[in-house]
T-cell receptor, first 115, second 112 residues
Framework: ETGVTQSPTHLIKTRGQQVTLRCSSQ?????VSWYQQALGQGPQFIFQ???????GRGNFPPRFSGLQFPNYSSELNVNALELDDSALYLC??????????????FGPGTRLTVL | GEDVEQSLFLSVREGDSSVINCTYTDSSSTYLYWYKQEPGAGLQLLTY?????DMKQDQRLTVLLNKKDKHLSLRIADTQTGDSAIYFCAESIPRGYSTLTFGKGTMLLVSP
């Protein structure tokens, strides 16, 4: 069984640029959630995708957007990057034939630094 | 509203028991979770408890839930240096989809 994987592991961007982060869900999981973890904080929910549709969204502006593909992998896109977007971005998968919707399994994260 | 609070730091000696505490505010929470995060890593699901349970035991881990006081605790028996990490409490509130609200984490330091 393959766990949740994310790419890239680290990324450095400058203000105003755009970034795409990628996540492959655990085998059998059909739901992907994205979280932002600022330094010294707990993760904050960005949004969730279920069967290629956005299923729920946290308190993040529209410049945070996402996609889910037929194989349930997902992308997080952030436009017009700001310094405060510097954080660890975590992807979690759940549900489907591979698990319960009550258990979210996290990937190792992508560390984004905005200069 | 949703708010999850944890103490920030706990230091114990190897072999002792550790108890990490958490309080939450939303009485409609259905599940409560404990995750572990080691430096530079993602979150590892340790255990979780359904809101109608009082206690759950899983090997060295014991979760206690006091729903009246909205208090959750994680006890780690025979704490080892490898248990040093940040521990996050999280709640899941039903809203048509399942998402987690996390506390800020408790850093557990285990000394030999």
């Amino acid at each position: 069984e393959t766990g949740v994987t994310q790419s890239p592991t680290h990324l450095i961007k400058t203000r105003g640029q755009q970034v795409t982060l990628r996540c492959s869900s655990q085998s059998g999981h059909n739901t992907v959630s994205w979280y932002q973890q600022a330094l010294g904080q707990g993760p904050q929910f960005i949004f969730q995708y279920y069967r290629e549709e956005e299923n729920g969204r946290g308190n993040f502006p529209p410049r945070f957007s996402g996609l889910q593909f037929p194989n349930y992998s997902s992308e997080l896109n952030v436009n017009a990057l700001e310094l405060d977007d510097s954080a660890l971005y975590l992807c979690a998968s759940s549900g489907g034939s591979g698990g319960s919707y009550n258990e979210q399994f996290f990937g190792p994260g992508t560390r984004l630094t905005v200069l | 509203g949703e708010d999850v609070e944890q103490s920030l730091f706990l230091s114990v000696r190897e072999g002792d028991s550790s108890v990490i505490n958490c309080t939450y505010t939303d009485s409609s929470s259905t599940y409560l979770y404990w995750y572990k995060q080691e430096p530079g890593a993602g979150l590892q699901l340790l255990t979780y408890i359904f809101s109608n349970m009082d206690m759950k035991q899983d090997q060295r881990l014991t979760v206690l839930l006091n729903k009246k006081d909205k208090h959750l605790s994680l006890r780690i028996a025979d704490t080892q240096t490898g248990d040093s990490a940040i521990y996050f409490c999280a709640e899941s509130i039903p809203r048509g989809y399942s998402t987690l609200t996390f506390g800020k984490g408790t850093m557990l330091l285990v000394s030999p």
